[in-house]
T-cell receptor, first 109, second 120 residues
Framework: DAKTTQPPSMDCAEGRAANLPCNHS???????VYWYRQIHSQGPQYIIH???NNETNEMASLIITEDRKSSTLILPHATLRDTAVYYC??????????FGEGTQLTVNP | DAGVIQSPRHEVTEMGQEVTLRCKPI?????LFWYRQTMMRGLELLIY????????DSGMPEDRFSAKMPNASFSTLKIQPSEPRDSAVYFC??????????????????FGAGTRLSVL
């Protein structure tokens, strides 16, 4: 599976949009971009995934660049409960979930 | 559905003792995963079952670790004998598809709340 690069930490003001970047320059054509998050002391939670088109669900939006070498997870109105470690994972559907370091997002009041 | 259920939530034991962690996957899911999370190594996959059969146990650290899935609704991870370096949070996850999902399948893994193990 392709390797991903994420900033180690980010801050966001409550109520503002949180934009979390992920670089995956070696992504293959059949690899999807998955996002999970882990709130302190809880198990990881699926957020969203996509192949090449932008995706939106009740939790977030996923923007994938046209060359698919990077993506951005957008939490449109961050709340304090969104404080968590966010993992960007690139994988072929059915392959292992390999968790990297992720980005620690802190939402400040 | 109540989600993936793990027990106990916390376990404190002494070195050399046997430890058994339990997991009930989401009903209808065909695959089950055991992960371990530590500060040093992050979140790592230990073993994966598909239709109750162990498919990949390459992440199991050593022979002291064993996992079973006697039926579709129950799995155990056993450590015997336990050592202080086994202290970690152990997560169980389940998914409808295993590691051979068809193209376009969501293939989402749902995680339990974890068991925090402390070996003294």
């Amino acid at each position: 599976d392709a390797k991903t690069t994420q900033p180690p930490s980010m801050d966001c003001a409550e109520g503002r949009a949180a934009n979390l970047p992920c670089n995956h320059s070696t992504i293959s054509g059949n690899e999807y971009v998955y996002w999970y998050r882990q709130i302190h002391s809880q198990g990881p939670q699926y957020i969203i995934h996509g192949l090449k088109n932008n995706e939106t669900n009740e939790m977030a939006s996923l923007i994938i660049t046209e060359d698919r070498k990077s993506s951005t997870l957008i939490l449109p109105h961050a709340t304090l409960r969104d404080t968590a470690v966010y993992y960007c994972i690139v994988r072929v559907v059915g392959s292992r979930l390999t968790f990297g370091e992720g980005t620690q997002l802190t939402v400040n009041p | 559905d109540a989600g993936v259920i793990q027990s106990p939530r916390h376990e404190v034991t002494e070195m050399g003792q046997e430890v058994t962690l339990r997991c009930k996957p989401i009903s209808g899911h065909n695959s089950l995963f055991w992960y371990r999370q530590t500060m040093m190594r992050g979140l790592e996959l230990l073993i994966y079952f598909n239709n109750n059969v162990p498919i990949d146990d390459s992440g199991m650290p050593e022979d002291r670790f064993s996992a079973k899935m006697p039926n579709a609704s129950f799995s155990t991870l056993k450590i015997q004998p336990s050592e202080p370096r086994d202290s970690a949070v152990y997560f169980c996850a389940s998914s409808f598809y295993g590691l051979a999902a068809p193209p376009g399948a969501k293939n989402i893994q749902y995680f339990g709340a974890g068991t925090r193990l402390s070996v003294l």
